[in-house]
């Protein structure tokens, strides 16, 4: 539990906690009973009124032991928190929410959720853009996306060869109990190969190295290949995965560029793809970048990966295997590389992917002390001092009362109003 001294804030508030509604029901929240007992601790005089739900990680009795107040009105709230996107029906009018909208893309399935954010008025915030300074994100649920999927991947792998077994990370109670099952399994030889190293990459390595997995270099993994190695694995930067497409391998990495300009990039994964059993992919993919393999590499005879854990879940994106998003309750399917269709999972044509989209879900206690935490250390300071007016704030913002903000114009056209 992190200690924090109390201090005077210009901006005192009354935070709601909504119940979640979106279908899977999602357990997560904003601020545990914890979280929310430091935050009152810290700002005196704000005050935290939680919506009653029955699906919570948390029962409402730990809130009110933690001083909240139990109510199903949140209409007195300055500041609405939710975890996933929220039920048109079930917006404040006029009132300043922040959640995961996933509008910024213009996603075509959260269009009318962001018309009636406009329509009704309302102050939108969102968490994934909350960045410092340098425009690195200060609250996310990567690193438990990232334990999650390679979990998964582990899950599936040992379902396929039939060499060992594992639960659903969403039935164990904690993370510190998917560990100790770990110390129980006797690893096969495997070789699992992580992309990208960011927030999500570092989850899924911790998970790795929590097994007992060896971990090789890139150099190390491409020279091995012996089943006397066991199980091991290798982690890859994005500048290890991408190079310009004008230039010759090995060339300088730029990654400011990448991101300006993914279209002028190729993979450079080939050596792998023949070393790799288990592709555990945490690299983000923007429309018309390069992807990490074509689906005519996976027709190869030298294609050796039969399971993907495409924890990014970009459809038809960096993975073009991953045809849609899969279930907590049926997470993995098979595709058939022959004629590029799915399949059923764990056969022996099938190379088998996992493509969940809310993972940390399974573990939402875990997931959810750390969030909150995040947010104590980073949005509620900018929040309780500038409110709306704060930096941290105003990057996050998209809509303020009803209207698109400057950095969200876009959205307007792309959703076909003005």
């Known amino acids: 539990m992190a200690l924090f001294c109390a201090v005077k804030s210009n901006n005192p508030s009354v935070i709601g906690l909504l119940r979640e509604g979106k279908n899977p029901p999602d357990k997560r929240v904003p601020l545990s009973p914890d979280a929310c007992k430091q935050l009152m601790l810290l700002y005196p005089g704000t005050r935290v ?26 209409s007195s709230c300055d500041l609405i928190m939710g975890v996933k996107e929220v039920r048109v029906d079930d917006l404040y009018a006029g009132k300043t929410h922040i959640f995961f909208s996933h509008v910024t893309k213009r996603q ?62 969403w039935q164990v109670n904690r993370l510190s109990d998917l560990f100790e099952l770990y110390a129980r399994i006797a690893w096969p030889a495997m070789r699992i190969l992580v992309t990208g190293d960011g927030r999500v990459g570092k989850g899924a390595v911790e998970l790795l190295r929590a097994a007992g997995i060896q971990e090789l270099s890139a150099s190390e993994f491409l020279e091995g290949n012996s089943t006397d190695e066991g199980a091991v ?17 090995g060339s300088t990495w730029d990654r400011s560029h990448f991101h300006s300009h993914p279209n002028q990039y190729v993979s450079q994964l080939a050596p792998y793809l023949s070393k790799a059993d288990i592709l555990v992919n945490t690299l983000f993919w923007s429309a018309g970048g390069p992807r990490l393999f074509e689906r005519s590499d996976m027709r190869l005879p030298s294609f050796r990966i039969c399971t993907i854990a495409d924890v990014s879940c970009d459809i038809h994106g960096g993975v073009p295997a991953t045809l849609r998003f899969s279930s907590i309750a ?84 792309g959703y076909g109003f003005e």
């Not at 996992?354 to 002390?369: K, R």
């Not at 947010?375 to 500038?386: N, R």
């Open 49 to 74: 009124i939680v919506q009653p739900s029955p699906i919570r990680c948390f029962t409402e009795s730990a809130y009110r032991e933690a001083g909240c107040e139990i109510n199903e009105d949140l």
């Open 233 to 249: 694995f290798c982690v890859l930067k994005s500048k290890d995965v991408f190079r310009r497409a004008d230039a010759s391998t």
């Open 108 to 169: 075509p399935y959260n269009r009318g959720l962001l018309q009636a954010v406009l329509r009704k008025e309302i102050t939108l915030l969102d968490y994934e853009l909350l960045t410092d300074d340098d425009g690195l994100r200060t609250v996310a649920f990567g690193r438990f996306a990232g334990i999650v999927g390679a979990h998964h991947g582990l899950a599936a792998f040992g379902k396929k060869s039939r060499k060992f077994e594992l639960p659903g990370a």
């Open 330 to 413: 049926n997470p993995v399917y098979g595709y058939d590389p022959q004629n590029e269709t799915e399949i059923e999972a764990y056969t022996k044509d099938s190379i088998d992917i996992m493509a969940v989209e809310n993972l940390p879900c399974e573990l939402p206690v875990d997931s959810s002390e750390l969030f909150g935490q995040q947010l104590l250390e980073s949005f509620f300071p900018s929040w309780m001092h500038g409110g709306l007016e704060g930096k941290e704030i105003k990057r996050s913002t998209i809509a303020r009362g009803g209207t698109l903000t400057d950095g969200y114009q876009y959205l307007g056209p």
